[in-house]
């Protein structure tokens, strides 16, 4: 399927944004010294190897004062190839831009990524991905673990750094910080490898003219607006009873297709999808691992516009996943 980016003036607006908030963040990859050293993270080329951080276990902790990584810049994270799951948290109090590189493939080439900054995230024309195991953003303001410890994207209260393994984004307050993936005038691509997952979980999430790419994974979209938990395997289940709006726009897509096709999950107060698409499917001849396909829950509505459209498709002989529109149902504990 070809896909075209759409020009709206919109977006045109929000390159201007982005352009004063790039300039506003310049080069800012610091330490905040919680955890390892304090100070700046030399660039364009910026290496954060393990030694300024801390491993419990196969967890990499890092603890940033600011994290932007701009247009030709890139953040490499090195460590022990044992590693499964990188946790980097932003202290500063200022949102993180990302228009350049994140890499762990080269050095950790399973390892999942998790970016928490509670002040907010934004990602703009030029970024992109190398990172060998799944992707999450948040603006949460803890990351729970299967023990029941909890790292702290803030340095008060006391975290824990915990050997087992992340099992949902905790959120404290009723306005947590937006997330926006907004590719401008150009567009923007996040995408993981095959069967892995693709997370932006925070207060607002706006996606516009960008891609979100899970190749037979998963693809979660969650916008919270009260204090509660949603899991990091299945944002469709946690504690929390309020969601806040979702808005999907500028010829976006969210794809999830794949052999076999994965899963696409959106959990919103009011969900927009305005002249993008949500999709997936199935290329080959196996079943996918999960009835659904496409999950989106609304607490107040889900509107669909412009030409947007919802689709899930098999183009050989394994079947696709169900399409699941529904309001959403009390919170789910015990994640």
């Known amino acids: 399927m070809r896909r075209r980016w759409r020009h709206t003036a919109a977006s045109a607006v929000a390159g201007s944004g982005l352009l004063a908030l790039s300039t506003v963040g310049h080069a800012q990859i610091t330490l905040d010294g919680s955890l390892g050293p304090a100070g700046s ?37 090195t460590g022990p190839v044992s590693i499964a799951n990188i946790l980097s948290r932003v202290t500063g109090g200022n949102l993180s831009v990302i228009q350049g590189l994140i890499d762990s493939r080269t050095a950790m080439p399973t390892a999942n990524f998790f970016l928490l900054n509670p002040s907010g995230v934004m990602v703009a024309p030029g970024a992109t991905l190398n990172v060998g195991g799944s992707f999450h953003i948040s603006t949460a303001d803890y990351i729970r673990f299967a023990d029941g410890s909890q790292f702290f994207a803030r340095l008060s209260p ?40 693709l997370s932006v979980v925070g207060g607002p999430v706006t996606v516009r003219t960008a891609a979100l790419l899970a190749p037979g994974g998963r693809v979660q979209i969650g916008a919270a607006a009260a204090a509660g938990e949603l899991a990091i395997g299945n944002i469709g289940a946690g504690s929390l009873s309020r969601f806040g709006p979702v808005s999907i726009s500028g010829g976006s897509f969210v794809d999830a297709t794949g052999d076999p096709g994965g899963t696409v999950v959106i959990r919103g107060g009011r969900i927009v999808i305005d002249g993008s698409s949500v999709t997936t499917g199935t290329l080959g001849d196996t079943d996918p691992t999960t009835t659904v396909g496409i999950d989106i829950r609304g607490q107040q509505q889900v509107v669909v516009s412009n030409g947007a459209f919802i689709q899930s498709l098999a183009s050989a002989g394994g079947r696709g996943g169900d399409i699941s529109l529904r309001p959403v149902m009390a919170p789910r504990m015990g994640v």
């Open 158 to 197: 006391t975290s824990t750094l915990s050997v087992a393994a992340p099992t949902a984004f905790g959120f404290l307050s009723a306005s947590p910080a937006p997330v926006l993936i907004d590719g401008g005038d150009f567009g923007v691509a996040l995408a993981v490898d095959p069967g892995q997952t």
């Open 41 to 77: 993270v030399a660039g364009p080329t910026h290496v954060i190897n393990s030694a300024v951080g801390q491993i419990r276990g196969n967890n990499l902790f890092h603890s940033f004062g600011q994290f932007n990584v701009q247009a030709g810049d890139s953040a490499t994270f």
